[in-house]
T-cell receptor, first 117, second 114 residues
């Protein structure tokens, strides 16, 4: 149980284009999903918290107009990187929260490796 | 002080040995603690939650010391397949309830040698 899918797994795009990443919880409903980013040899960094039916909460330093998040249903959240630039190249990972033994536990999607040329 | 600190390693350990990792966290309001495992270029996978009373899952034992803000992971009888990066993770407690984002340590790299 608690499977999270992410699509696409890898994308290469030109500078200035927008890229949309989908995150789905396959066998459970997730009121809250999260978006993280990981640069090489760095830890995962939380970008934003996505709550179904409401606006996302962004971490300090993350531009909300550049990283658009939509959480339209209890099983789907999307992240759109607008006008991508080479410095946006990273590993983007979503997670969905499920309550296990009274603890909110996050299950991660397989990640999307974005390369901006 | 970093929010979650871990020794990055690498720890080179012979197969069958016991290995222990530690981490410290700075946010005393954190309520949830986890160890995740991450293989190269893959997503993190939950290894185990860490409870105040300590918990064990097969060869893995996790302990939490709230007073010292310290979390540990012990792996007994290590296997080649245990080679990975182990991430110490704590929740970022926000007011208002609901699930919280997680703060990750940079991870401890473990290499099990045959």
């Amino acid at each position: 149980g608690a499977v999270v899918s992410q699509h696409p797994s890898r994308v290469i795009c030109k500078s200035g284009t927008s890229v949309k990443i989908e995150c789905r919880s396959l066998d459970f409903q997730a009121t809250t999903m999260f978006w993280y980013r990981q640069f090489p040899k760095q830890s995962l960094m939380l970008m934003a918290t996505s709550n179904e039916g409401s606006k996302a909460t962004y971490e300090q330093g993350v531009e909300k107009d550049k990283f658009l998040i939509n959480h339209a249903s209890l099983t789907l959240s999307t992240l759109t990187v607008t006008s991508a630039h080479p410095e946006d190249s990273s590993f983007y990972i979503c997670s969905a929260s499920a309550r296990i033994r009274g603890t909110d536990t996050q299950y991660f999607g397989p990640g999307t490796r974005l390369t901006v040329l | 002080r970093k929010e979650v600190e871990q020794d990055p390693g690498p720890f080179n350990v012979p197969e069958g040995a016991t290995v222990a990792f530690n981490c410290t966290y700075s946010n005393s309001a954190s309520q949830s603690f986890f160890w995740y495992r991450q293989d190269c270029r893959k997503e993190p996978k939950l290894l185990m939650s860490v409870y105040s009373s300590g918990n064990e899952d097969g060869r893995f034992t996790a302990q939490l010391n709230r007073a010292s803000q310290y979390i540990s992971l012990l792996i007994r009888d290590s296997k080649l397949s245990d080679s990975a990066t182990y991430l110490c993770v704590v929740n970022r407690e926000y007011s208002g309830g609901g699930a919280d984002g997680l703060t990750f340590g940079k991870g401890t790299h473990l290499i099990i040698q045959p």
